[in-house]
């Protein structure tokens, strides 16, 4: 589903691949069943290869990772968080154009 350089984000490796990251991380929260996520996840794809090496892009699907969700009171999806330095700085709920995104991590780096 997701593209090859996007994560799969879940609680086991949250810490080490997010919370830890020296660079920048955009988290897509997402669900299987909801259009907005999907319509949006080409971006996010586009995102993961734009970025390679500069922000790591990763994907957390709310139902499998429930956990997650509720420690960020994920209330809508799609919700994109960008954490830096273990901290979530940036919080964008819905789709967007690509741009606003982009710019987002671009601010951050």
Same mark, same amino acid.
């Given at each position: !589903?997701?593209? *090859? ?11 080490? /691949?997010?919370?830890? #990251? *020296? ?7 997402? +669900? &299987?069943?909801?259009?907005?996520? $999907? +319509? %949006? +996840?080409?971006? %996010?794809?586009?995102?993961? *290869?734009?970025? &390679?090496g500069k922000a790591k892009v990763g994907k %957390?699907?709310?139902?499998? @990772?429930?956990?997650?969700? @509720?420690?960020? $009171?994920?209330? #809508?999806?799609?919700?994109? !968080?960008?954490?830096?330095?273990? @901290? &979530? =700085? /940036?919080?964008? =709920?819905?789709? $967007?154009?690509? /741009?606003?995104? +982009? ?7």
């Amino acid at each position: !589903m997701a593209g *090859d350089k996007v994560l799969t984000i879940t609680k086991e490796n949250f810490e080490e /691949e997010v919370l830890k #990251s *020296d660079i920048p991380v955009l988290v897509d929260f997402w +669900a &299987s069943w909801c259009g907005p996520c $999907r +319509a %949006i +996840a080409p971006i %996010i794809d586009e995102l993961a *290869d734009d970025f &390679s090496g500069k922000a790591k892009v990763g994907k %957390i699907n709310v139902d499998e @990772q429930g956990e997650l969700a @509720q420690k960020f $009171r994920i209330m #809508s999806i799609p919700t994109i !968080m960008l954490f830096k330095g273990g @901290q &979530s =700085v /940036e919080k964008v =709920v819905g789709a $967007r154009p690509k /741009e606003d995104f +982009a710019a987002l991590i671009e601010k951050n780096l």
